[in-house]
């Protein structure tokens, strides 16, 4: 019997060490870049050097009679480049994004921390190259995108903040995937929205789908009871997870949301 428990105990130590070190597998898909995908809009692809890293991205021209730029952070195992074909939906002067550090062709090692100053970079970068008001900007984040995207909007001026398909923390999903084991201790990487998003004092909307097979529906209620009444949630019926976009609502209120976002300027 000791022999059994020792092995067991054995086993659980070498599990627990397994999922420490190897917890960046589990949690970033970083894409390679497609070729084919890049050259098609290579007129609008933007590079930046900072701290030794290459920032890469794009920027996409929309109607320059508006004012409004949103800046963009995509979710797990996207390369963001996509958005150069979603971009003409949206009712904006221009939209900005950049793959995450080791997606595409960014350069860097993809962490929490990196993702976190990824964007408080980019965000400076943006208002300096670019000539972007701080109150014209409107953060957009998808999935883990989403996370990046609040902490952002927590720590610099924004005009709003649309987070897609967001999730309390990994910490909170990772505990629910793996109850076993004692994940406080060992991620790394938690992205805890929650911390963050009642420190965003921006207009906040928030989609969400109902057959989210990615997301469980407590994480978005945790994220929502701490957000408050204030910030706006929409769930979408027959869409998931990645699947989102093809409600026929989607755009729309994003768009409605911009336009509430003008009028409150002017």
Not at 84 to 101: G, L, M, S, Y
Not at 191 to 210: G, N, R, W
């Amino acid at each position: 019997m000791t022999d059994i428990l020792i092995f067991l105990g054995t086993l659980y130590l070498l599990l627990c060490t397994a999922l420490y070190f190897l917890q960046e597998k589990l949690i970033f898909f970083p894409p390679l870049p497609v070729d084919d995908v890049y050259q098609s809009v290579s007129h609008n692809e933007v590079r930046f050097m900072i701290d030794n890293e290459q920032l890469h991205g794009w920027r996409v021209e929309g109607d320059s009679a508006k004012k409004k730029t949103i800046l963009y952070f995509g979710g797990n195992a996207e390369d963001v480049v996509y958005l150069n074909f979603e971009a003409k939906e949206f009712d904006v002067r221009q939209c900005i994004t950049f793959n995450h550090p080791g997606y595409g062709k960014s350069t860097g090692k993809p962490a929490q921390q990196s993702l976190y100053n990824n964007a408080l970079e980019i965000y400076d970068l943006v208002l300096r190259e670019y000539a972007v008001k701080a109150e014209d900007i409107i953060v957009v984040g998808r999935s883990l995108g989403s996370s990046v995207a609040t902490y952002l909007a927590a720590n610099r001026k924004v005009s709003g903040l649309v987070l897609i398909t967001p999730f309390d923390s990994i910490k909170s999903i990772a505990s629910n995937k793996y109850k076993f084991f004692p994940i406080n201790y060992l991620l790394k990487h938690p992205f805890p929205t929650v911390e963050y998003i009642d420190k965003v004092s921006a207009s906040v909307l928030m989609l969400s789908a109902v057959n989210d097979e990615i997301i469980a529906d407590e994480h978005l209620q945790n994220l929502q009871l701490v957000a408050g009444v204030s910030k706006r949630i929409i769930r979408y019926a027959d869409v998931g997870h990645n699947t989102i976009q093809t409600h026929h609502g989607y755009y729309s209120e994003i768009n409605e949301f911009i336009t509430s976002l003008e009028e409150t300027v002017q």
